[in-house]
Nanobody
């Protein structure tokens, strides 16, 4: 059974930084991509950043230049470094894993990020 465990969320003032980590357990298959999504109250879940097994990255326009995603798929781990945080970054951040070949998606339970103004 695949489990994704996020850590690193919390409360920070605007302009501050946070680092998120996600570790996948139970992955006896190749990983195609891992990424981060977020969902703010009353809004739909949206892509924040994703990184593939080939290290290609894709970022939401709203976080480009402020957030950086990195990975260590051998350890089933993905990281998100968030700098220059804004109140509008406040959301629950979810880790996502896409399996190679099957393209099945797995989700973590989410970690709260709150940015105060």
């Amino acid at each position: 059974q695949v489990q994704l465990v996020e850590s690193g969320g919390g409360l920070v003032q605007a302009g501050g930084s946070l680092s998120l980590s996600c570790v996948a357990a139970g992955t006896d298959f190749s990983i195609a991509a891992m990424g981060w999504y977020r969902q703010a109250p009353g809004k739909q879940r949206e892509l924040v950043a994703v990184i593939t097994s080939g290290s290609r990255t894709n970022y939401a326009n709203s976080v480009k230049g402020r957030f950086a995603i990195s990975r260590d798929f051998a350890k089933g781990t993905v990281y998100l470094q968030m700098n220059s945080l804004k109140p509008e970054d406040t959301a629950v951040y979810y880790c996502n894993l896409e399996a190679a070949y099957t393209r099945q998606n797995y989700w973590g339970q989410g970690t709260q990020v709150t940015v105060s103004s």
